[in-house]
């Protein structure tokens, strides 16, 4: 479903070139789980940005089913990337003056689904992560699992094909 | 103890002005809105305090009261008809002292000893004038009583500004000659500096007297039966208002029952006029005191709408320097360290923006009083209060409109600022503070864009309505025949003879004619109508021409003939009639033929012609009944009174653009080298200086406004860019969950653009007062005859669009940067903060 040939990505700092991600090679399959390891620095971000057309300054091919992403421009891959990406954050990044049932529902906000429709699909997603009783609370009303959890029904209320998940627990407390 | 806190305000300080080094735009934006805002306060509060509100610089000002014979309702005066002056005079137990005076002043024409004659500035008073008023001449005497008897020796008492510009300061002035109108006039004195008295000579004009001549009172005067004077008065001691208003009312009754006749003078609705007093101080200032006070009420308008824009920029800088203040905190600094640290920063801004502002103020000062069209009343000085009132609203708008936004940050918890705040989008207190300054800025901004819009409309509106003259290559020569020598029709016509047949010969000259009292200026009224129809008898304006007068002007012919050179003292006396005239006198059938009488035993005239219609007096008034007179058949009782009263204009129509200053010069001076040219201009000057007041409105409201929209639109900018810079992780997230640059556009787009739509509401509401106060300001400049005010100005609902129109674009355009800025946000340096 993703394939990744000979990726690259790079930030300039001055005259220098800082190389973050050289000749990534990736594949993966539909309905298989991924996970990327290693120190800070490493290039983890930057890869899930680039793999969540957040980022567009690279280069090197990218195959996202049959769809060419390194020839498409930045329109046509915000648009594939609305359809089939979601993300979840490691700062869950919930916008703070949205209740619980809104954040949820932006994604679809972003997208011609009507009105009706879209109710209907977050009141199905806040029942199936068992948040009903939360769908009213702002952000700063829930604890960080709880928060976590409204990112995580966020990135997957549209059924995303490839779902992406940026360290989602790294700000979670352990037990 | 006192050297420790001393030392850490100058710390503070010198930290403050680094801080504000190091953000150039800031601090330039903030002290140039406050040097405007208090610039512009402190130059409107300079002329209220000179004028309303510092005393009369006479001695017992409290005591001086204006007495008036006037209409119930009427705005504090002291008009007086020459018989109810004489009456109250003689009649009156609670006056020490009453002065009378002509209202205005009226042009002399003053020779010199070299040969030369210029015109200068005349005020006519009784002898009681300035014993009232408690002055006496710093040189010489007041009149004595024979020189205030109707054909009392000639006296005059000089200005001490006349006295030095043309006699040298010459302290031997008292009781020599000087040439007035071609006459001998005594010197009787010289009046103090301190004594600057200004008038209105014309509509709208305001003038300093020069010289200052017996009144000469008598009921032969010709101007003795209309209210055409002005009383003063000093209170006996013990007197009260209340008392001598209760005098002056007993005394109407009498003033009626010894002259009937002023119960014909009712106005609109059918009152009669009686004896009213006021204190001098409100007589003197009631002419300026509503536009002054409006003013006053439209600048601290912009003065608000300048501290709520400091309030913006303060707000946005202060929550920016959240985490400085926490670290701070954490490090021990208390609030009240940290209030007086934020203070140094408001006291500095402070006294640079009052030390501009009151720089700005002292040089708007006089071109204010240069350009206003209103006679302001002599200023008193008042520096030091201006200085202190500029340094107080500093201090107090920068404190307050400054510091109380920043106070919310010191009452926040250090720790939670120093973890980031931990929140996307800005917190819901700074957001709606900043959003609540921003809309009260937009409401006020918009009454006074809709002020500017409506005054503006009015003015456009009166600058459109026709003259009923060609303007073009059209210019005017003013000259003033007083004195004996002009009193006969004979000197007069031979005058103005020598002068058109000169100024006909000059190359360029197309057409020449003479009038006496050109459109749009003053001129004589009758009372009269057509012979043998008393019943159609009323006001009417009269006007002496001389043949081609009307194709001068370019004033059509409708029917009938101008008036020619046949028409002369041997002729049978003639007229043209304006048009209004026409259809009022002799509806539906031709007026040619008929007759008017001026007065009930005055000789028919025939009328000859009917011309188009002009305005009299203003643009803004309906055409009023007009005749014209051939300057040839005018007896010499009639000219005596309009030499003595209005000067006669010589109107020259050019082919093209020719100078004809010095030809006209030379042809007067030729004629009577005692007559100076008291005016010479072009026909268009004139009306546009008849439309001066609603344009020196309508361009100061204009200049408010567009002070005001520059400090909302700066003000939004400010806003909408903190506000994007607080919201890049949240329209980074949004971005990242699926919205496009267009929709985030959008997004800030329509966050200002309802902040303004807001402020728009409120202020379109609040602006439902404007056309009232619009109106009584321009009432107080533009004659209307009767008409109403409202009918001159221009739609109310249009000027609330335009208003709201301007007010949206300029939201757009200062929205459109940031909200730009935050489309070109990349989520991936959003989000990276992770």
């Known amino acids: ?175 | 103890m006192i050297g420790t806190t001393m030392n850490s305000i100058m710390q503070d300080l010198r930290y403050a002005l680094r801080q504000l080094r190091k953000a150039p735009g800031f601090t330039i934006t903030a002290v140039l809105t406050l040097a405007l805002g208090i610039g512009a306060t402190t130059a409107i509060y300079r002329v209220v305090q000179g004028v309303l509100l510092a005393p009369l610089p006479y001695p017992q000002p409290d005591r001086l009261v204006g007495v008036a014979f006037t209409f119930p309702q009427e705005k504090p005066n002291s008009e007086q008809a020459g018989g109810s002056a004489d009456f109250l005079k003689g009649h009156n137990r609670s006056f020490e002292s009453v002065g009378i005076s002509v209202d205005g002043t009226s042009g002399v024409n003053l020779a010199t000893g070299d040969g030369h004659a210029f015109q200068i500035a005349s005020m006519k008073i009784d002898r009681g004038y300035f014993p009232t008023l408690g002055v006496q001449p710093m040189l010489g005497r007041n009149f004595s009583t024979e020189e205030d008897l109707a054909n009392g020796p000639k006296a005059v008492l000089l200005s001490y500004l006349l006295w030095k510009r043309e006699f040298n300061g010459d302290k031997n002035i008292v009781n020599k000659i000087v040439r007035l109108n071609e006459e001998s006039y005594t010197v009787a004195g010289v009046m103090p500096a301190s004594l600057s008295v200004a008038s209105e000579s014309a509509p709208g004009v305001a003038s300093t007297v020069d010289i200052w001549q017996p009144l000469q009172l008598s009921v032969k005067d010709p101007g003795y039966a209309g209210d055409n004077y002005n009383m003063v008065a000093r209170l006996r001691d013990g007197v009260n208002p209340l008392q001598v208003q209760q005098e002056l009312t007993a005394l109407t009754a009498a003033f009626y029952k010894q002259s009937p006749f002023y119960q014909q003078w009712t106005n609109s609705a059918k009152a009669t006029r009686g004896f009213r007093a006021w204190p001098l101080q409100q007589v003197v200032v009631s002419g300026v005191q509503t536009s002054l006070l409006t003013m006053l009420g439209a600048v601290f308008a912009v003065l608000l709408i300048a501290c709520l824009n400091l309030a913006v920029l303060m707000t946005a800088r202060t929550w920016r320097r959240a985490r400085e203040m926490a670290i701070r905190s954490a490090l021990g600094a208390s609030r009240r360290n940290l209030l007086r640290l934020l203070m140094c920063e408001s006291l500095a801004l402070a006294l640079a923006g009052g030390a501009l502002g009151l720089w700005l103020s002292r040089l708007a000062v006089p071109v204010l009083l240069r350009t206003a069209p209103m006679p302001i009343p002599p200023m008193q000085s008042g520096g030091w209060l201006a200085a202190g009132f500029a340094l107080l609203i500093a201090c107090v708008t920068t404190l307050i409109f400054g510091l109380l936004p920043g106070w919310s940050v010191l009452r926040r918890d250090a720790g939670y600022a120093l973890q980031g705040g931990g929140q996307i989008g800005g917190s819901a207190y700074q957001a709606k503070m900043g959003d609540r300054l921003m809309i009260v800025q937009v409401a006020v901004a918009m009454v006074l864009l809709s002020a500017s819009s409506l005054l503006l409309g009015s003015f456009l509106k009166l600058r459109s309505v026709s003259s009923g003259v060609v303007a073009e290559h059209l210019t005017v020569a003013q000259v003033t025949l007083k004195g004996g020598a002009y009193a006969n029709a004979l000197h007069t016509n031979q005058f103005i003879g020598k002068v058109l047949g000169e100024l006909k010969r000059y190359p360029g000259v197309q057409r020449v004619a003479a009038v006496n009292g050109l459109p749009l200026d003053r001129g004589l009224n009758f009372g009269g109508g057509p012979l043998g129809h008393p019943d159609a008898e009323g006001h009417m304006e009269f006007r002496a021409v001389t043949p081609g007068y009307f194709q001068t002007m370019g004033i059509p012919v409708l029917s009938g003939r101008d008036v020619a050179e046949e028409d002369n003292a041997t002729s049978v006396p003639v007229v043209v009639i304006s048009e209004t005239a026409a259809r009022k006198w002799w509806p539906g059938h031709s007026a040619i033929g008929e007759e008017v009488q001026l007065g009930k035993n005055a000789p028919p005239l025939r009328v000859i012609g009917v011309v188009s219609d002009t305005h009299s007096r203003s643009l803004a008034e309906s055409p009023q009944v007009m005749i014209y007179a051939p300057f040839a058949q005018v007896s010499d009782h009639l000219m005596k009174v309009i030499n003595g009263w209005f000067p006669t204009t010589f109107a020259v129509r050019l082919s093209g653009n020719v100078d004809i200053a010095t030809a006209v010069q030379r042809a007067i001076a030729n004629a009577d080298p005692d007559i100076p040219v008291a005016k010479l201009t072009t026909m268009q000057t004139v009306i546009d200086n008849s439309v001066a007041a609603p344009r020196f409105f309508s361009y100061l409201a204009g200049g408010f406004a567009a002070f005001a929209l520059l400090l909302t639109m700066i003000g939004l900018f400010g806003l909408m860019s903190y506000q994007v810079t607080q919201r890049t992780r949240e329209i980074g997230v949004r971005l990242a969950v699926g919205a496009d640059r267009g929709q985030i556009l959008l997004l800030i787009l329509r966050r200002s653009l309802v902040l303004a739509l807001t402020g728009l509401l409120i202020g379109a509401i609040a602006s439902l007062a404007v056309p009232k106060l619009a109106g009584s300001v321009l009432a107080d400049y533009v004659f209307t005859g009767g008409k109403g005010i409202s009918s001159l100005l221009s739609s109310g609902p249009t000027a609330l669009i335009l208003a709201a129109a301007a007010m949206l674009v300029a939201a757009f355009a200062a929205s459109y940067l940031p909200a730009h800025r935050a489309a070109s946000i990349e989520p991936t340096e959003a989000l990276r903060t992770e």
Not at chain 1, 17 to 25: A, H, S
Not at chain 1, 59 to 69: K, S, W
Not at chain 1, 146 to 158: D, E, F, K
């Open chain 1, 1 to 175: 479903m993703v394939e990744l040939n000979n990726l690259e990505r790079s930030y300039k700092t001055g005259h220098m070139e800082t190389w973050v991600l050289r000749r990534i090679n990736l594949r993966i399959s539909e309905g298989e789980f991924v996970t990327v390891m290693g120190p800070s620095g490493a290039g983890k971000s930057s890869l899930m940005n680039v793999l969540a057309m957040l980022d567009d300054q690279w280069r090197g091919e990218f195959m996202f089913d049959d769809a060419a992403v390194h020839t498409m421009n930045r329109k046509q891959r915000a648009d594939l990337a609305r359809r089939r990406i979601g993300m979840v954050f490691q700062s869950y990044h919930l916008l703070d003056d949205l209740t619980v049932a809104e954040n949820i529902d932006l994604p679809l906000s972003y997208k011609d689904i009507p009105r009706p429709e879209r109710q209907a699909m977050v009141a199905d997603t806040l029942d199936r992560f068992n948040i009903v009783g939360k769908k009213d609370l702002f952000p700063s009303q829930l604890s960080g699992g709880q928060q976590q959890l409204v990112g995580i029904a966020r990135a997957v209320i549209h059924k995303p094909a490839l779902l992406l998940a940026d360290e989602p627990t790294g700000n979670l407390q352990s037990a």
